[in-house]
T-cell receptor, first 112, second 113 residues
Framework: DAGVIQSPRHEVTEMGQEVTLRCKPISGHNSLFWYRQTMMRGLELLIYFNNNVPIDDSGMPEDRFSAKMPNASFSTLKIQPSEPRDSAVYFC??????????FGSGTRLTVV | GDSVTQMEGPVTLSEEAFLTINCTYTATGYPSLFWYVQYPGEGLQLLLKATKADDKGSNKGFEATYRKETTSFHLEKGSVQVSDSAVYFCALSPYNAGNMLTFGGGTRLMVKP
């Protein structure tokens, strides 16, 4: 089991550019979560999916952020246009019903 | 809404010292409680959990007891090692919303040889 796989590990982009973060959950896990981690705000839940359907996106900061899960093995988090305050580490996690969360290694995003 | 409060770090200890990281929570009903650990450059890993009052979770020498009367879930270890240096997160999952985890702010532990 390769765990939750996120790509890229690091992303540096200029303000105004589109950024796409990717996540492959563990096979058989039916829930997927996107978190953002910053020094100021800690870990924040952005959105989570259950069986590929978005259940709660109340943590998505604004319309510049969007997330999709077209199938059970892939999800994207897109920021368009990106801003310096979006700089953070973005984590994807997945779980099976009644199981524990498994986190990916994260994507460190820097917007300059 | 639900919330988790942890002691602020960093916590700096010498090797073999006793560790306590305080965690208290606010939630309705009977949440499940968790401790996660994050090593540098990695994602969070589940350390231990407890799903009902008076349960004790334990793993790798770490322990935490679910205390409903004090709404606490303090993390303890009798003798820390340099390899325990990491950030520790307390979290809860509401009873009626089992998918969602609410995290505390994290506590950085630094263990010196």
């Amino acid at each position: 089991d390769a765990g939750v796989i996120q790509s890229p590990r690091h992303e540096v982009t200029e303000m105004g550019q589109e950024v796409t973060l990717r996540c492959k959950p563990i096979s058989g896990h039916n829930s997927l979560f996107w978190y953002r981690q910053t020094m100021m705000r800690g870990l924040e839940l952005l959105i989570y999916f259950n069986n590929n359907v978005p259940i709660d996106d109340s943590g998505m900061p604004e319309d510049r952020f969007s997330a999709k899960m077209p199938n059970a093995s892939f999800s994207t988090l897109k920021i368009q246009p990106s801003e310096p305050r979006d700089s953070a580490v973005y984590f994807c996690a997945s779980r099976r019903d009644s199981g524990g969360y498994t986190f990916g290694s994260g994507t460190r995003l820097t917007v300059v | 809404g639900d919330s988790v409060t942890q002691m602020e770090g960093p916590v700096t200890l010498s090797e073999e010292a006793f560790l306590t990281i305080n965690c208290t929570y606010t939630a309705t009903g009977y949440p499940s409680l968790f401790w996660y650990v994050q090593y540098p450059g990695e994602g969070l890993q589940l350390l231990l959990k407890a799903t009902k009052a008076d349960d004790k979770g334990s793993n790798k020498g770490f322990e935490a007891t679910y205390r409903k009367e004090t709404t606490s879930f303090h993390l303890e270890k009798g003798s820390v090692q340099v390899s325990d240096s990491a950030v520790y997160f307390c979290a809860l999952s509401p009873y009626n919303a089992g998918n969602m985890l609410t995290f505390g702010g994290g506590t950085r532990l630094m263990v010196k040889p």
